[in-house]
Every structure is written in structure tokens, then in C-alpha cells.
T-cell receptor, first 114, second 116 residues
Framework: AQTVTQSQPEMSVQEAETVTLSCTYDTSESDYYLFWYKQPPSRQMILVIR??????QNATENRFSVNFQKAAKSFSLKISDSQLGDAAMYFCAYRASGNTPLVFGKGTRLSVIA | GAVVSQHPSRVICKSGTSVKIECRSLDFQATTMFWYRQFPKQSLMLMAT?????????EQGVEKDKFLINHASLTLSTLTVTSAHPEDSSFYICSAGDQTSNEKLFFGSGTQLSVL
């Protein structure tokens, strides 16, 4: 079974600084997708960024970028120029190809200090 | 992007009663809906996979007779918590995929169930 591990229960960052959230996963599949979701206090799940495993280029969405290391099964999220609105719970997730569910890590709670 | 509408957002019920939660895909056809449960300060745990026109598939440890799932149309899936007890109090959230959206899954806004 696929598993997703987030080893940092909590992280904090100063406003305008950069922070990296770690994620590793385990799978025997070669074709899959990786995601980072943000869950603010409203608990709405917000897609931050996604990465297709077959793509070598790291995904980027504005201030958010990933470091995808397929051989190491690592998928970290970098948030640049952190803003107060970035404070939330962040979940790393894995999805095998096809009509399959997301498998989530335990999450990292990010605090942004003004 | 695609929208999944989930209702109610919050429900309080007495122990022993049943509660129905609805998830609708508003602008796409969701042949499959995934139901998750999230306890406070924990991650989302998959409860079951709902397929249109067929029986749902439940994860290990999830009681299918307690959590009834119906997916009668391509736009509606329902989760009924039967004979609810305080330990069923949790945040329930659905998600569905639009096959045209490159493997993205779209989430409902969730339902907070509190059983007194």
C-alpha cells in the first residue's frame, strides 16, 4: 500500500522569508501524481500544487514550488516570500494513476510570524 | 475549476438518529466519489469509494451498515450515518474527479457532524 510521510508536525516562518515542508512517499507504481493541499481554519481543501511523476521538471505556482526527487521518493514544498495568509495545515498527498483516491500524509501546521 | 457542493456544512443530532450528507458535482459528471473523515488535528482518512450505479467499496474498519453510501446518479452521492453515536462526531468531506482536469480531485466544503 502507498504511504505518505510528513515528518514535520509544525513549522514556523517569518513573514517574507522562505520555508520548506518535507514529504516522502512509498510506492511501487511508476505512474502517479503528487499534490500539496492547504487546509485553512475553514477546513476547505485548497490545491496548492501538483506534480506528475513522469515529468522531471519541478512544478511551480507563483510563490510555491516543489523539489521532486523521484528516485528518493521525496516531494518537498517551498514557499517563498511567506505571507500571513499562508498560515494553515499543509497536506502532502499521493494519487496513483486512474480513478483512485488520494492518500494523505499527517500534515504540517505552518505558522507565519509577522 | 469544477465545483463539488456538499450539504449540510454543520449538523448537530441526538444519539441514535440518522444523518444524511449530500455531495453534488455541479458542472461535471462524477462517476466516482471518495468519502473521507477527519478527526480534530488529524489527517483525512478514506472511508469509502462510491461508484455510480454500484455498491460502494469500504476501507478496512469502516462499518458499511453504519455508513450507508448511495451514488444513484452521475452528479449526486450521499453518505448516511445511521444510528449516530458521539464517537461518530467528526468532519466528513467528499471529493470527486473530473476526467478532463488531469487527475485533479475536487473537494466539497465538508460537514461537521456533532452527535450529542
Amino acid at each position: 500500500a502507498q504511504t505518505v510521510t510528513q515528518s514535520q508536525p509544525e513549522m514556523s516562518v517569518q513573514e517574507a522569508e522562505t520555508v520548506t515542508l518535507s514529504c516522502t512517499y512509498d510506492t511501487s507504481e511508476s505512474d502517479y501524481y503528487l499534490f500539496w493541499y492547504k487546509q485553512p481554519p475553514s477546513r476547505q481543501m485548497i490545491l496548492v500544487i501538483r506534480q506528475e511523476a513522469y515529468k522531471q521538471q519541478n512544478a511551480t505556482e507563483n510563490r510555491f514550488s516543489v523539489n521532486f526527487q523521484k528516485a528518493a521518493k521525496s516531494f518537498s514544498l517551498k514557499i517563498s516570500d511567506s505571507q500571513l495568509g499562508d498560515a494553515a495545515m499543509y497536506f502532502c498527498a499521493y494519487r496513483a494513476s486512474g480513478n483512485t483516491p488520494l492518500v494523505f500524509g499527517k500534515g504540517t501546521r505552518l505558522s507565519v510570524i509577522a | 475549476g469544477a465545483v463539488v457542493s456538499q450539504h449540510p456544512s454543520r449538523v448537530i443530532c441526538k444519539s441514535g438518529t440518522s444523518v444524511k450528507i449530500e455531495c453534488r458535482s455541479l458542472d461535471f459528471q462524477a462517476t466516482t466519489m471518495f468519502w473521507y473523515r477527519q478527526f480534530p488535528k488529524q489527517s483525512l482518512m478514506l472511508m469509502a469509494t462510491s461508484n455510480e450505479g454500484s455498491k460502494a467499496t469500504y476501507e478496512q474498519g469502516v462499518e458499511k451498515d453504519k455508513f450507508l453510501i448511495n451514488h444513484a446518479s452521475l452528479t449526486l452521492s450521499t453518505l448516511t450515518v445511521t444510528s449516530a453515536h458521539p464517537e461518530d462526531s467528526s468532519f466528513y468531506i467528499c471529493s470527486a474527479g473530473d476526467q478532463t482536469s488531469n487527475e485533479k480531485l475536487f473537494f466539497g466544503s465538508g460537514t461537521q457532524l456533532s452527535v450529542l
